[in-house]
């Protein structure tokens, strides 16, 4: 049995949202401008054939508030497009990690991400020089390294090692790029274990959204989703009230914010509704983790008794 599934024009809609509208905050312009000062420093030395330390830029946050997105758009707007193996030049590649990260795992994943497989029988430092190649012919300026906080569950030995190798990426050498680590909080303690690596790296830290502040805020944000759509807002999602509640939701993360905008606003569009309403968003989070009532933001009365740091699948069922 196969399935004829084809995308619909809400889909479309939906993903276009996604790809075209990117909401900026404070946070995702303080990493565009740590990346873009690194890089430009970096560009200056290799112009000018000065061998100097590059910096490297450490981006650390809770799930959901938008690290990932914030740097992908940052080196977009550098002219840094995403590219595939096969590309050249390839400006920047991206990396994401794995929880069983160990010097070794690390660079065979970056040699990967260039197209090329280790042998066995590679070592850490033999995959180095494949990729180091890699660098160099294929122009690449900046190495993204996305949940750098797996590298917590290696041992000792390799969490010495993979801060070398971390603190080596900047220095010149061949295969010098500048490094861009992407985490949650947990890193911190393998960026503050060691002051040579933490001197080589600008940290930007995500911050949680704040209901007294924040509020009018994610109204602006759900009505610039809303135009990019061509849907009104309705008066049950203008409220302060309703504003806490989608706070609340998103775990005050800024990210999860803009998803659970899009998932409501794609819920109207499927029911063919030209208004927004909270029942939008009531229904929305019900169906994406089945909980009870009384454990729906956008329901329950005593909202902000609910935790706002857990999945709530069939959360107190």
């Known amino acids: 049995m196969t399935l004829a599934l084809r995308p619909s024009d809400v889909d479309r809609r939906v993903q276009a949202l996604r790809r075209d509208i990117f909401i900026d905050h404070a946070d995702a312009q303080r990493i565009a401008r740590q990346i873009e000062n690194s890089l430009r420093e970096f560009m200056a030395a290799r112009e000018l054939g000065h061998p100097a330390d590059a910096r490297g830029v450490v981006v650390l946050g809770r799930s959901g508030t938008g690290k990932t997105k914030s740097v992908l758009r940052a ?15 390839r ?16 660079r065979m994943l970056i040699s990967l991400e260039y197209g090329w497989t ?9 995959i180095w020089q494949y990729v180091a190649a890699y660098i160099e012919r294929l122009e ?3 190495l993204v390294l996305d949940e750098i906080q797996h590298v917590r569950a290696a041992g000792a030995r390799d969490r010495q090692s993979m801060r070398d190798a971390l603190k080596s990426l900047v220095q010149p050498q061949k295969g010098q790029v500048v490094p861009i680590l992407i985490g949650t909080p947990d890193f911190a303690e ?30 602006k944000i759900l009505a610039c ?9 309705s008066k049950t999602v203008k409220t302060r009230d309703f504003a806490e509640r989608l706070l609340h939701a998103s775990y005050y993360a800024f990210g ?10 794609k819920a109207a569009l499927v029911a063919g509704d030209k208004v927004l309403e909270i029942e ?29 740091d857990v999945n709530l699948d069939r959360w107190g069922e």
């Open 118 to 126: 280790p042998k066995a029988r590679d070592s850490a430092e033999d």
């Open 225 to 233: 989703y809303c135009q990019g759509v061509g849907l009104e807002l």
């Open 256 to 265: 999860e914010l803009c998803e659970i905008c899009i998932l409501a606003l």
């Open 140 to 142: 690449t300026r900046v």
């Open 280 to 308: 939008h968003f009531r229904s929305t989070h019900a169906q994406r983790f089945d909980c009870l009532p009384e454990m729906n933001p956008f329901i329950a009365e005593d909202f902000v008794s609910i935790p706002a």
């Open 75 to 89: 080196l977009e707007t550098l002219g840094l497009q995403r590219t595939a193996v096969g590309h050249s030049p």
């Open 190 to 219: 393998i960026l503050n274990s060691d002051q040579q690596f933490k001197r080589r790296y600008s940290v930007v830290h995500m911050t949680d959204l704040d209901p007294g502040v924040d509020a009018s805020r994610a109204i």
């Open 91 to 106: 400006g920047h590649v991206f990396v994401p990690l794995r929880d069983d990260v160990t010097l070794r795992k690390l």
